[in-house]
């Protein structure tokens, strides 16, 4: 052996020992500790969050068709209706889908009450989110979320806001996000979040101004 391949031969040693000195360190790494969010009260204010008018909705869904699973859940107010931003909304939109049918139902939930079914046909099969386990972030926390990441501000210089929520998957990854939007009618400024409704992770926040 000569004096090129003894070098190789070190090197390759000097390798195997920092690979597997880096595999050691990942696999006796500590894990992170796992972020947990109770959910929101049932009622606050008066109003309802998503999750407490979620029940009634699928309640509805069901009797419309057993395979009917959530594709979107949607409310919009505004401090002008008399009801301020962090309470429940007065009434949620729930979108249900049906692969049996390949159709949708539109689910109003007012007072824990649900409107009858408004069901048209779907024209391509749609992903319905899995929220077994999954959905963790209520209403009410995506509205403290949005509010403390820029919304407050936008709201002290604003007369005329209305806020939005809408929960539902992104992509292709199934991914359950809501988007929490403030809106000003007069001036047509904004801002918008979108939030992991599994983690409360902030993903992304636009504003214009």
Known sequence: MNR???ILGGLL???LVIVGGL???????PAAPEMVIQPAEALLEGGQTA?????AASNQAKVWQPDAQLLTATATW???D????????????FTYYSPGE???AQISVVENTPSPPLVSQADIPLTPMDISGGWKIDSPQAVTQIMENGGADFLSNKSSTSISLSLNTVGGNGRME????????????FIAMRLDATSGEVLEIVQKP
Do not use: C, K, P
Not at 51 to 55: H, Q, Y
């Open 4 to 6: 090129f391949e003894w």
């Open 13 to 15: 040693v000097v390798l």
């Open 23 to 29: 595999a050691f360190m990942l696999w006796y790494r």
């Open 51 to 55: 999750l407490s008018a979620l029940a």
């Open 78 to 80: 505004s401090a002008q």
């Open 82 to 93: 008399g009801r301020s931003y962090s309470s429940g909304a007065a009434s949620w939109a």
């Open 102 to 104: 390949t159709a949708v």
């Open 178 to 189: 809501w988007l929490v939007s403030l809106f000003d009618e007069q001036s047509e400024d």
